[in-house]
């Protein structure tokens, strides 16, 4: 038996933000970060909260990337006034915060008798699609834990494109390719279905369709809306699908050397999706088979699977360039001698990273090793 999770209701569009004004509560707890309240989105969210009538305390100091202290201050604060709505306003790293936050408080206070709060999240970056997945990624010392759990779902998800126009070019694209990736490991994850292939399929043609308006022109509103509902359908299918040994390659990556998650993942995916394919061998796999049905629905030759793996490694090279990401991680600033010097220990993070068991190949240490040195020079 197989099975495919539809939570939350998504509200999604131009004017979704409105959706807000339909939730009822008494006390609202507001998780954001600073970059929110500089650009004017979390006042747009209390406004809305403000004339509903709904006392609000705000939690606006989150930083990218949480950690357990993070959510331990976050703990503290949902304690001291408990809310029966919580409002994530943020990239992943203020869901996933939010999400841990509730999630903890009802494993360490279950005897409180407290109802779960009403949570609604409201990405502001086209990446994660944690707005609707069943994960939160949070930081412990150097190493990157994936809490997976059904209850750290949303109820509501609003996907407002006008909340993203602000985000930088940098972001654009390191978050676009976050979405790129979630769509090509959900695609040929060992859990994938024909319920996860669809949307993957749909995400990847939005992505090489939108991804590099978004990033010439953030104003562009039609086409962040389409890289909005792109990330949202990432993370539906990666919430079902699960994902594979990129992500576990970038959260160790991330965790060690604090580059940033999407663009981790996206000096790691070529990589992977030639050794998923075999590319260096007969290039005959399952995974090869699918990456090629990819590059046909982009109208890129593949008249066989080599071929077609070939199309989607110059189309993902070309992407990466035209949006003038760094080629390998060597471009991120992370330092070569550190690098090899710790190259073990993020090995042994990603071999037990929780993406890996479903990357269609099994690796062992010195595959991800390869795969590491490979893409430090990409
Ligand atoms: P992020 O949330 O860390 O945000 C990156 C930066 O963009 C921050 O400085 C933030 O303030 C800024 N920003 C966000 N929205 C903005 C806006 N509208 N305008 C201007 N600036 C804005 O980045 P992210 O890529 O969205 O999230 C990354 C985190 O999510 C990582 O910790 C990653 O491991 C995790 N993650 C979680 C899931 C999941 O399913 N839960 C999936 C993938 C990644």
């Excluded at 009822?24 to 600073?34: E, P």
């Excluded at 970038?250 to 790691?268: C, D, E, K, Q, S």
């Excluded at 049905?293 to 699977?305: E, K, V, W």
């Amino acid at each position: 038996m197989s099975e495919f999770l539809l939570k939350p209701r998504i509200c999604f569009g131009q004017d979704a933000l409105s959706a807000l004004r339909d939730v009822s509560a008494h006390q609202a707890l507001l998780v954001t970060d600073q970059a929110m309240v500089k650009f004017g989105l979390a006042a747009r969210v209390t406004e809305i909260l403000g004339e509903r009538g709904i006392a609000l305390q705000i939690w606006d100091d989150v930083v990218a990337d949480p950690d357990i202290a993070t959510v331990v201050r976050g703990m503290k604060l949902m304690d001291s006034r408990y809310p029966d709505l919580v409002v994530a306003l943020g990239g992943g790293s203020v869901i996933d915060a939010a999400k841990a936050v509730i999630f903890a408080l009802a494993q360490t206070r279950p005897d409180a008798g407290r109802q779960r709060p009403c949570f609604v999240a409201i990405p502001t970056t086209s990446g994660t699609g944690s707005e609707v997945t069943s994960f939160s990624v949070v930081k412990a010392h150097a190493e990157k834990l994936v809490l997976v759990d059904p209850s750290l779902l949303p109820d509501i998800a609003i996907l407002d494109p006008t909340l993203v126009a602000s985000v930088p070019p940098s972001i654009t694209a390191d978050t676009g390719m976050d979405v790129l990736c979630h769509a090509l490991e959900a695609y040929v994850s060992r859990a994938a279905s024909d319920f996860t292939d669809a949307l993957a399929e749909k995400v990847v043609q939005q992505v090489f369709r939108y991804l590099p308006t978004c990033w010439r022109n953030g104003q562009d509103l039609q086409a962040r809306e389409k890289m909005h509902n792109a990330s949202c359908m990432a993370g539906m299918a990666f919430t079902n699908a699960s994902l594979g040994i990129t992500h576990s390659l970038a959260h160790a990556l991330g965790g060690v050397f604090r580059v940033p998650h999407g663009r981790a993942n996206a000096l790691l995916m070529a990589q992977v999706v030639a050794w998923n394919a075999d590319y260096q061998g007969q290039c005959d796999t399952e995974a090869a088979h699918k990456y090629a049905h990819l590059a046909r629905l982009l109208s890129l030759p593949a008249s066989t699977a080599r071929e077609g793996v070939t199309s989607l490694l110059v189309a993902i090279e070309a992407l990466k360039d035209e949006m003038t990401l760094p080629a390998g991680i060597h471009g991120t600033g992370v330092d070569g001698e550190a690098f090899e010097r710790r190259l073990a220990e993020m090995v042994g993070q990603a071999l037990r990273d929780s993406c890996t068991p479903t990357n269609p190949r099994t690796p062992d240490a010195q595959a991800l090793t390869e795969l590491y040195r490979q893409a430090w020079s990409g």
